[in-house]
């Protein structure tokens, strides 16, 4: 049988723990245009300044994310049948050279772009949705659903201004951001100063944080979302600390009573049919994943955002 | 004092990290006709497609079983009261060749069977519970509660009909299990295609899928597992990644966003007064998980399973 | 800027991870009328029956609580504008000697209270509330909140009187403790015997199990706690085996199916305006905790009390 | 620039930790006439009798070898200027099925063999020599070096012949193994009885204990090599139990007392000008090994026995 | 085939890595006559002042122990049909008193020594010489060869008299040491005082300290072994952290730049014809031994101590 | 007693694992005419090229030096009795600016050398020695004795020109390195071009590779280091990545076949009387370091330093 796009290794044939490990199996191949999304690492991790390790964090989720099948459970989404789903590789950047890599990363994303291509990209710190929004969102703001611990609405930090903890005060400054299309959630954590996510409200961000979310519910959050967010351009970013760190405890910062993987599993299934130009899955760093737990999360979160693209793509 | 039944290790005189590991600290005692429930091992786990390690489980949960007490917290139960518990070592397998310890294990169980014996078995992985239903259950079908995120309902996997992910099938094609007395509980997880779970379905089985337990609730979950499965002659089977890999992270297919051990232990407390004719908790891969919970957690599970089993021996 | 008050070491010049890890960043000096809130270290883990390890605990609190900010996310509390909080180091044990160790554990917060020296411990294991109590209390008894899975009300474990399973028996009997005013919150897991937690009952206590958490809620068992403990002089004693051990793994003597630290951490804010006299978090082993987990968890609940015991003496 | 031979990922414009792992960051292609050397995992492990775990070595050590450069140290040999080295990825195996499986790999070998490429493999249990003999040496039988622990050379384990503790003699009694040419080193570890090892004695073999080895010293036992396995065909197999398990902890049955990973990187370099048909590292398992050392002796061992290989094709 | 002595479990029926773990898998069995050599967890750990954990080890050593088979590669020598050799459970002991518990390990080991037992111990810390030694060599003193980093021969620490840093001293003063047969073996690390290792020197040991091992070499050392301690009865004591931590992670205290697990196997097999009344394996600690080689290492090093004493007994 | 120099914090009253993390348990103290050898933390590690992490090696070889005592073993020093010794915290750096923090950590080291301290540093990555040598030997070159798998010779990595393959490059271009008195020892691993140490040879530096180093023996390549190296103004930096990673895998870029940490100890020790003028260990990765073995051997090597260093100044 002939397939009409691209598939992933058939488990049938190449057990899931066979060959090389690509982003929930897919093929690796250059971007081109026949690529509908592009699933890509960027091992870029030198914008954080606590612990260190997501550079590592591309190959270890190629790693977990062999585990994943074909079909959403819940969803009944095939992405694979929809349209073309690959492994592009990792986005060059420089491991010595911050603002060069931040540059590169931006025209990686760029090229994606001019392909048509909606990335689904594995981090790297949360320093790296400044890049790939230059690339994906200069023409227009878009809306933003970001699930994080911290708001990353820092003006500097460490007398610079693109690092981890900045990306959503750049993205507005820079037009990139419809504040008014931003929620934050799962804010939480002992902060540097009273107003470390004042400048959020301020801007015209909804901040749902944990103790909100916890006391409305999921779905009444869900609903918040929809009704902020709407289903226009919308780029979703997953900082894996946003989620609870006994669930995730491989990232820099952890910080305890966060969401849990259900939940932000059930929130992006939320988003069907919303316009999603490219996501990210941030902040995961294997050298303090002993059980490999915040891979496999990350994997199973990318082929989520994996099936709300093809779906909407599939639409078309 | 002399007690009347077998008792554990006393704690007062043999400290819990001490002398070699039981399961509960029971006897380790070869089979016979004094017995009534037998705490087995079945070191099975080359019925396995993705990541390997169940061999190793019944030596990880005695292991850890050391810290568990003698009396239940909340129902009371002392199973060490009401009738003989011990262990019996581990069912007979060979580990190069997988039809032949099948049959062994069947053997093995048939044995318990006979004696009158009610086994609770530590897999292994989830081929297991097709010898032991051939062997507990050959002469009238019984009713399920299986906890786990998969159905194991493939008719075959890798070309061949009997591995980790058919026994449910398995059991009604033979005749081992009234499918209308079946609860699936928990199953989740991306599928190989659309139609993974519909065997099931079409069977007659009950199915409790994750989403399903979340939106009714445990305590619905709870009414609906009874109603199905009543009182009669009934096989539990756990499978470990039932439970939410972040709980329970050794284990070969971890699947995110599942049962919590509390949510596992107030389910099987709900069992008390069903005729339980034996059980097993299958999928703790000790070489994955480096806190030793998991092996924890199926301790815990396994003492749940004994209380049960004997309280209702203790009625006779 | 000249402070009022000692500061933490500021992460703006030294990042979180440089220089010698102090609890929550706070200056190390030595005890003295200046000091209002002492984080101390107990490293003492003599007192234990099962597993061991807890006298690692404040190293490995001190390293962990490197990533603690300075104010409170939800209460607004900035302790170290509020008052004087330094670490004064480790109250002196003998390893070798449990008695003797019991007495300087005694005689050093006895020090402390002269001082007018609140302090926030981490321990060691469940033992060390005896010598703290006796430090603290000997003048009227105090109210407790104890959060534990079990309720350390034996009369003697191994033939000794002092050890991890006895101090709310000893401070009732030593008249160090109100029973009206305990709360003992969590208690699970299996029992050496029916009766292992109906002293407390006896004595007044009220407990609530985790059964009975469950049921009624968290909220509901906040509006209890406030009840039953008012405002007045009261001791906080969190034994981290009373969070669920998937969270917090580090532990000597796991028991599944616990408050998350999310509860944790609400129901520590609840105490707002209590007048908190001390306080210990306990039971952390960190040879059992490869990802860090329960230190991370023990040192964002050390903020917690910090900062509700600032925010009283802040009041005057 | 444009280079003769295929290369390995360049470190200067893709960092090492970047992009998807191959076997010493060598293109993955499909097997064809254009390459020399084929990087192969084999991802078998049901022929394992103690733990398990080696199915997971191929993918480990494609991890683990993104670290190695492109120039011998010591040797000065350049293998990506010598010929075509690429990762053919992995063999076909079939998890839950033995004996398919070894055919299945016969299989897959003797096309490479078909087309000229000389295999270094990853294991896959200490089986995988049978079908890869089977392969390469079926019209003549070749020379061996073993490193190993155990003779590897019974009649029969657990009932069965093909397992791996008898590819030894299989090779021999299927005319595979030139028994005049063959070199156990390493052998040592307690026995089933007292003539595990006898077999190869009988056969003809030279045989160099471990006793042996450390009493002649590694440079007489280079000299015993050469004169034993001349230069002709010659296979090489590298079980990682020959080296000490202090350094190579992964590993299904460790042996204290063994080779180090210098020693035998230096009895590697002395085949230089031996004619090495095909090779392999088995019986890693990484789920035994946190610190990945394991993985990176293997990948090392891997790249020594690439250049030895390009070295002599470069003769041509 | 009826055996004439107890066998241990057969690995052709029941694998190793199946049923209970007993050390060596040979029968749990009460003590009595019939026993030859009796296999003795010690499970003391609170004679320690630096880290803790050896009370798991006997578990931990257990389950290490069941990949040794029944013959020794290099002496040749087969227990099992020499003597009756057994698991004989643990000394009790008090995890909560120091003292009571050196007093029960005494009676344990005067048990077996009055049934004509010899004992292969598995500690426990090194305060556990001290006990065994008063049992067995109260009437006459012995020969020891102590392999070790430290000497052993304080006078006290932390106050008190018992603990494992003063067992050598208390046995030269008890009478029970011969100091004129006394090795010290592998002596090294930073000290206390100048002076730490002057006692046993005065006392008339014969030490050689790890520099002195170097640069006589291991043959010579076994000479002077030979040469001081000559075949009379003598006690064997391996603390582990003798050996280098690199080998053997898991204990208390580590030492860098020690012996081999090597040079430990081939010191104990120059010790065939001694007369060894008992021996004991001390200090390691499970919970510092994630891969764990370092029970590993001890379960060898038992079993060499078994063929030494069986082939003794065999003699007779 | 008063003493006339700092003093450690005495381990029989505070117990090793009691109380704050200094190096070596010297007192922590801000720099000061009155401080002879500074132990200094420099927590850089944005030098690197693969693998993160050394930012956290201060504060992990903090914790391990704890077990460090007082007076050498071989040598007899007691550091303490010889001059005042301290833990002088960490270089400031700015984990977002390499060039900003390259430049701090040289103000500091001449802030350090103005008041006549030697410091002993633990990096951090490989590249700190370039502003370590900037601040110490800014007036005139001194001999290097580098301990390193990499001979960090470049001229530039990923186009830049300070990281940690530089150093000794840069060293010599600046005037700081008499070439004529290095010596490189362990040199070894793959390569990226044949040329990778050529430039050292040139330089004039005396290179003993790790090939060269095992072939000529320890004491012979001591005896060169000697010739080479002298007993002028000298400074010694380790990369832990020297040793074998077998000993200490918690390194960036670990390489196979290294250095024992005993040889390095007596090649160290070998430098007594040497006027060593400053010091690092660097390159040591915590985050990769399970059992903690690699920072117990830094922590073992800066307590040699620190004698030999003491020993000197003694002299005066």
């Given amino acids: 049988m002939t397939e009409k796009f691209l598939q992933p290794a058939d488990a049938t044939t190449i057990p899931r723990f066979a060959d090389i490990a690509t982003f929930l199996r897919t093929p690796r191949v250059e971007m081109s245009d026949a690529i509908d999304i592009g699933l890509v690492g960027v091992p870029f991790d030198i914008g954080l300044n606590y612990r260190s390790g997501p550079r590592e964090a591309p190959g270890a989720v190629r ?16 992405p694979y049948a929809l349209c073309n789903v690959a492994d592009l590789g990792d986005a060059p950047i420089n ?18 772009r001019q392909r048509d291509i909606r990335p689904v990209a594995i981090g790297g710190d949360h320093t790296i949705p400044t890049p790939i929004l230059r690339a994906l969102a200069n023409d227009s703001p878009v809306g933003i659903l970001q699930i994080d611990s911290h708001a990353d609405t820092l003006d500097e930090m460490c007398g610079t201004k693109a690092n981890h903890a900045t990306f959503m005060r750049r993205g507005v400054e820079e037009g990139l951001i419809d504040p008014g299309r931003v929620v934050q959630l799962g804010l939480r954590g002992s902060r540097f100063s009273a107003d470390d996510i004042a400048w959020g409200y301020e801007a015209g961000f909804t901040i749902i944080t944990f103790d909100e979310f916890e006391e409305m519910g999921r779905a009444a959050a869900i609903r918040r979302i929809a009704e902020v967010i709407g289903t226009d351009r919308t780029y979703v970013t997953v900082d894996i600390d946003g989620l609870d760190p006994s669930f995730c405890p491989g990232t820099p910062v952890p910080e305890i009573g966060g969401l849990t993987p259900r939940d932000t599993q059930v929130i992006l299934r939320s988003l069907r049919g919303v316009d999603i130009i490219g996501a990210d899955i941030s902040e995961v760093a294997p050298c303090y994943d002993p059980t490999g737990i915040t891979s496999v999360t990350a994997a199973n979160l990318m082929f989520e955002l994996v099936c709300l693209i093809a779906d909407k793509i599939g639409e078309r």
């Fill in 63 to 78: 790693h977990a994310s062999r585990l994943i099948r074909r079909v959403h459970p819940t969803l009944g989404i095939e």
């Fill in 95 to 112: 491991p010595l050279d911050k603002d060069l890599s931040i540059a590169q990363i931006e025209t990686f994303f760029a090229a994606l």
